[in-house]
């Protein structure tokens, strides 16, 4: 397409809104599965039932299911580093350091947080339902879902001499401090496991991540309320790819739009260049055609400020707009490299003939 062009910046934009969309799509469909898998899920009380409707299951495995109970560690629990009297089975210990980074673009400074220290433990743990019935609890760290509580949380500032202060300032960063946070899952907590459950060949019941690719759940808060986050998050996702595919659909019509108007900018030229023609034409064979030619021929040999600047032997002809110079003949117009006024090298928007009366 002649004149079809797209600025880098453009196809920037274009390929970036569109990856972008394609990425939020897939999280929304993620997203939304999940969500329907939840709802689908049967929920089961643990109690002495429970293993009779398994023994009663083809494989003795419900592939995906909904349980909830009271957390109980199998052996000893894990104790709190900082308040004594917690107990817990799965226990998350991080240390973050927190700096300021001068950023020079926005001339302000940003909080950069970065992990220090990380550590995770665990022991073997147990929901427990109304009538001592346990259900164990296989791989709890490959779960997603909030099922930790924080248990401590410290911020450790750094005191600074006024001479580190002045060093910051030179260097474009300060460190603020270090944060220290301790994350429980608390014996005794009411939990909702959202996986694999299945009777062991020691006829025991067990939770596991599921094996059809599912998401496996632990959640301290009920299934409700995990389903209405991973529906509020679907709808987020939603919106997301709604938002950058019509980014993507507004840089095409920009794009379109300075197609269709280069389009009707030849179209007027076009025109204009016949209508030209056509009067040139009409001139010539006019009656007065040769006594206005030798008219034309005396201004060019005997007043060379009305001769084209560019040929020097026709005559202007052409007034060139927006800047409203005469100063050329249709051909050099024409022949003109770019579109600019050769004599104030504004950019040439319309040329509409001139005539001579
Ligand atoms: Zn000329
Ligand atoms: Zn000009």
Redesign the pocket.
Known sequence: MDGFSVTITEAVCLGASLAFSGICYYLYRKSRTTADKLDDAPHFTIDGKLKDILKATPGACLQYAVIEGAVQPVGEPLRSHFQKEIFGVLQKFMLREHRLVWNSLSGSWIDREQVMHQSVNSVPFVLVGSDETAVRVLCPLQASGVHMEITHEKFHQVNYSLGDIVGQYFSGEKLKGQLETEEMLKVGATLTGVGELILDTDDTLNLRPPSNSAQYFLSITDSDALRHDLEDMAVWWKALTVASALAGAAVLLWVGRRYYNHLKVQREWEQLRREHERRRAEARRAPSAAADSEALQDVGENNIENACVICLCQPRDCI?LD???V?CCHSCYQALPRRL?P??R?NISRVVPLFHV
């Open positions: 060139l800047c409203g110079h100063c006024c004599i104030c504004q």
